[in-house]
């Protein structure tokens, strides 16, 4: 197994930087897509965001004090994109706020319901923010993460799914927007739902899903793979996926498969005084492991952000690992090539582009 390169690499390059929310820099050729994580005081936002992007325990997010400005940090990865922490109960729409500062990027808006709490004036505000932004720029994705629902029975969860799902149409439909881009998701930073809701906020925004999830559908309709996701290293959220119904148990393999590898890499991949390379080695990380109930998991890593992993459940996979390495060399080409940037030019030596079928 060669574990190499997967580690350090994948930086949130910019340190969170706290600005004042009345001089936000937005100008010039900062094309970034956005995303606002907004809501009431002690929803989860500062939580949510320091979970998925920066790596925290869940148990620490006790310990986060209350944000007092708009946290804006920008994340450098396959896609750059920035993420605003807001504080509670900000009332953004008064005019001490330029609303195209804050709206005025493409991009989407998390709004962050504690389920735990009373949520009715959360909705309430939800409800006039969704009109305001869909008057004025209704290109924005409006994502409801109905969090803290670690805390619920599952009969409860569905209920208060559901109440805030109808409280939010019902209103929307008495203003006319009839079919208005509202999503909504059970989120919990103790799990991986936040993770799966994140991946799905995020794929919104990348111009090319379609055609990834079409050269992932051909990979795993040709080696025969029962699901595959192409996943963002440090922040594990998924980017895409085959089209296949998502399947939470093999999304928490593979995402922890992932930092299986990513500490193994971190232990061994010192510069040790005496050893020698015998050979050319290939750049990029590559992995397999078969559990106890002949299930593969293969990894392999796509770029400096982008690593594929898939579960594979046809018992003759194992002796066809050449094939899958191949097929997956041939993927790596095409999505270099669907993200045609400086990272990636490393990548010179282009092999075929056929595809070898199973
Ligand atoms: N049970 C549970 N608690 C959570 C979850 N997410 C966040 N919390 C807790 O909620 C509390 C508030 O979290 P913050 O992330 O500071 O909330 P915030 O929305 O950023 O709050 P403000 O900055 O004041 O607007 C913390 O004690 C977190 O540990 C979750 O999924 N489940
Ligand atoms: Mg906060």
């Given at each position: 197994m060669s574990a190499r390169s997967m580690e350090g690499n994948n930086q949130v390059a910019a340190p969170t930087q706290a600005r004042s929310a009345s001089v936000p820099n937005t100008k010039g050729p900062d094309v970034k897509p956005r995303l606002l994580l907004m809501g009431l005081r002690r929803s989860g936002k500062s939580s949510i965001a320091s979970v998925v992007f920066h790596k925290m325990p869940p148990n620490e997010t006790?310990?986060?004090?209350?944000?007092?400005?708009?946290?804006?940090?920008?994340?450098?990865?396959?896609?750059?994109?920035?993420?605003?922490?807001?504080?509670?109960?900000?009332?953004?729409?008064?005019?001490?706020?330029?609303?195209?500062?804050?709206?005025?990027?493409?991009?989407?808006?998390?709004?962050?319901?504690?389920?735990?709490?009373?949520?009715?004036?959360?909705?309430?505000?939800?409800?006039?923010?969704?009109?305001?932004?869909?008057?004025?720029?209704?290109?924005?994705?409006?994502?409801?993460?109905?969090?803290?629902?670690?805390?619920?029975?599952?009969?409860?969860?569905?209920?208060?799914?559901?109440?805030?799902?109808?409280?939010?149409?019902?209103?929307?439909?008495?203003?006319?927007?009839?079919?208005?881009?509202?999503?909504?998701?059970?989120?919990?930073?103790?799990?991986?739902?936040?993770?799966?809701?994140?991946?799905?906020?995020?794929?919104?925004?990348?111009?090319?899903?379609?055609?990834?999830?079409?050269?992932i559908n051909t990979l795993a309709n040709n080696c025969g793979f029962e699901k595959t996701y192409l996943f963002d290293v440090l922040s594990k959220i998924y980017i895409a996926s085959d089209t296949r119904p998502v399947d939470m148990a093999c999304y928490e393999m593979c995402s922890d498969y992932i930092d299986v590898i990513v500490d193994i890499s971190e232990l061994y991949s010192w510069d040790h005084p005496v050893r020698k390379r015998l050979g050319d080695q290939i750049q990029e990380a590559e992995s397999h492991v078969v559990l106890h109930d002949q299930t593969m998991i293969h990894l392999m890593e796509m770029n400096k952000y982008l690593c594929l992993v898939s579960v594979i459940r046809n018992p003759e996979a194992k002796d066809k690992r050449g094939l899958i390495d191949m097929n997956c060399r041939t993927f790596q080409d095409a999505l270099n090539e669907v993200f045609s940037r400086s990272w990636e030019e490393r990548s010179t030596a282009q092999v075929g582009s056929a595809t070898a079928n199973k």
């Open positions: 006790l310990f986060l004090e209350s944000t007092t400005r708009i946290q804006k940090d920008s994340i450098h990865s396959f896609m750059d994109f920035q993420v605003w922490d807001f504080p509670g109960q900000l009332e953004y729409f008064e005019s001490a706020f330029d609303l195209e500062d804050i709206f005025g990027s493409l991009g989407a808006l998390v709004w962050v319901i504690d389920a735990q709490d009373d949520y009715l004036d959360s909705v309430a505000r939800l409800n006039r923010t969704i009109l305001t932004v869909q008057q004025f720029y209704p290109g924005i994705n409006i994502e409801v993460f109905i969090h803290k629902v670690d805390g619920l029975s599952d009969e409860y969860r569905t209920d208060t799914f559901q109440d805030i799902v109808q409280r939010i149409s019902d209103e929307l439909s008495d203003a006319g927007y009839e079919n208005a881009p509202v999503h909504y998701y059970l989120t919990s930073i103790y799990d991986y739902s936040v993770f799966e809701a994140f991946s799905k906020v995020i794929q919104k925004l990348i111009p090319n899903l379609s055609t990834l999830e079409n050269l």
